[in-house]
C-alpha cells in the first residue's frame, strides 16, 4: 500500500496545531528544571506501558508491572502484562540512546528483536574461549616432574579431567550452534508466529517499514509536532509490525525528542489517547485523524503538567517529615524511590534500603506515604 499524505495544513488544524505546540512547550520546560524530574520520567515509563495495553484492548494493572519488573510478582504473569513489560524496557531503551538511534536502521533493528547472524555470534564466543589444555602426555618429563614434586601425578590428574570438561562443552556448544542454525534458517522462510492460516502470506514488513521510513523523510520538512502526527497516522495506517503495533507511538516519541520539541522525557502518548474517543482517532477521514492526534498532544501534555504539580507537592511534603533526620538516614533514598514508582511494596522498600520487611514498613509509617490497594495479596503505597 501507499501511504497518502493528507493537507497538514487544514484549516480546522491550525487552533489544535497551536494548542499542541504550547502545551509540549510548556511541558518540556518545565519537566527540564524540575526537581522530580528523574521520578515523573520514571513513572512515565509505567503508565504508557499500561495505557498502550489499554489503548489495544487489554487491561494490565500498573501495579502488577511494577511488581513484575521488580521480580516480585504476586501472581503469575500473564501474556499481556509481559507484553507491557516489553514496552516498558523498550522505551527504557529509547531513552538511554541516542535521540535519532530508534529511528535508524539499527534502532529498529533492535527494537524489533531481529538478531545478527548466529556463526558470527558462536565464531566470538569461540575467540574469547580459552584454549583447553593439551592431553599429550610426556612419559620423561612426567617422570622428572614426579621426582620433583610429589604431587605431580595429582595435578596431572586434575589437567586431564578438565581438558575432558573442556571438550565436552565444546561439544555441546558445537550442537547449540548448529541447533541455532536451524533455527534461524527456519526463521528466515517462515517467520515465528506466521502460521499462514493466522497471519497474511502477502503480508511484507520490511517492505511496509521502509514505506514507513519514507513518511520520516516528508515528517522533516514539517514542524515537529506535525511531522509526529504524519509519522502516528502512517504508522496507523501502514501498520508496519502485525506483533508491535504499540511500538509506533514510542517512535514518535523518539522523533519529537530527536527533533527537539520534547527532550526532558519521553512523551508518553498512550496515556493521553485514553483521553479521547477511539472513534475520532481511527476515522476515515484523516483530517479527523490528525485532529485527534493533535487533541491527544495536547492531553499528554496537560497530563503531564499535573503530575509534575502532583510530585512536587507529595516531595515536600515528605521531606518536611524527615527535616531533622540523622544523615544516614534511609528515608532520603525511599522518597526518590517512591517518586519513582506508581506504587510500591513492603518488600521492594526493603530491597531498596537494605532492611528487614518490618524495618520496610516502618520506614513507610514515617513517610505517611497513603495506602493504595487492599488487604489482600500483597499491599502497596504511593503518590495519588
Do not use: C
Amino acid at each position: 500500500m501507499r501511504y497518502q499524505i493528507p493537507d497538514p495544513y487544514h484549516p480546522a488544524l491550525l487552533p489544535l496545531l497551536i494548542s499542541a505546540e504550547d502545551a509540549l512547550a510548556r511541558l518540556d520546560e518545565r519537566a527540564n528544571r524540575h526537581v522530580v524530574e528523574d521520578g515523573f520520567r520514571e513513572r512515565g515509563h509505567f503508565f504508557d506501558a499500561a495505557a498502550a495495553l489499554w489503548v489495544a484492548g487489554e487491561l494490565v494493572h500498573v501495579e502488577d508491572l511494577v511488581l513484575h519488573d521488580a521480580h516480585m510478582d504476586a501472581r503469575a504473569p500473564t501474556h499481556e502484562l509481559t507484553i507491557a513489560h516489553s514496552i516498558l524496557r523498550a522505551r527504557r531503551r529509547i531513552w538511554l540512546a541516542e535521540p535519532a538511534w530508534a529511528l535508524s536502521l539499527p534502532g529498529l533493528a533492535t527494537l524489533r528483536g531481529e538478531q545478527g547472524n548466529v556463526p558470527n555470534a558462536g565464531d566470538g564466543l569461540a575467540a574469547a574461549r580459552p584454549e583447553p589444555p593439551s592431553t599429550s602426555d610426556d612419559s620423561a618429563q612426567l617422570q622428572e616432574e614426579e621426582g620433583a614434586n610429589p604431587m605431580a601425578a595429582e595435578f596431572a590428574a586434575i589437567d586431564a579431567a578438565i581438558a575432558r570438561s573442556q571438550q565436552l562443552l565444546e561439544a555441546h556448544d558445537k550442537d547449540t550452534l548448529e541447533i541455532a542454525e536451524r533455527a534461524a534458517r527456519v526463521t528466515t522462510q517462515e517467520p515465528v508466529g506466521q502460521l499462514g492460516l493466522l497471519f497474511d502470506d502477502e503480508w511484507d514488513e520490511d517492505a511496509r517499514i521502509d514505506e514507513w521510513r519514507h513518511a520520516v523523510a516528508s515528517a522533516d520538512q514539517l514542524p515537529a509536532t506535525l511531522g509526529a502526527t504524519l509519522l502516528f497516522d502512517a504508522w496507523e495506517r501502514i501498520e508496519p509490525l502485525r506483533r508491535q503495533h504499540w511500538l509506533g507511538s514510542l517512535l514518535v516519541s523518539a522523533y519529537l525528542r530527536s527533533r527537539g520539541k520534547v527532550t526532558s522525557h519521553l512523551l508518553t502518548f498512550n496515556t493521553g489517547q485514553k483521553a479521547v474517543r477511539h472513534e475520532r482517532r481511527r476515522a476515515q477521514d484523516p483530517v479527523t485523524r490528525w485532529s485527534a492526534f493533535l487533541e491527544v498532544m495536547t492531553a499528554t501534555a496537560d497530563l503531564g503538567l499535573k503530575e509534575l504539580d502532583r510530585l512536587s507537592l507529595a516531595k515536600t511534603q515528605m521531606e518536611m517529615r524527615i527535616r531533622d533526620r540523622r544523615s544516614n538516614s534511609s528515608l532520603p533514598a525511599l522518597i526518590e524511590l517512591v517518586l519513582s514508582r506508581p506504587i510500591v511494596s513492603a518488600a521492594l522498600v526493603a530491597q531498596h534500603a537494605g532492611v528487614t520487611p518490618r524495618g520496610a514498613l516502618n520506614l513507610i509509617r514515617e513517610l505517611g506515604i497513603r495506602e493504595m490497594t487492599g488487604r489482600g495479596r500483597y499491599r502497596g503505597w504511593g503518590v495519588l
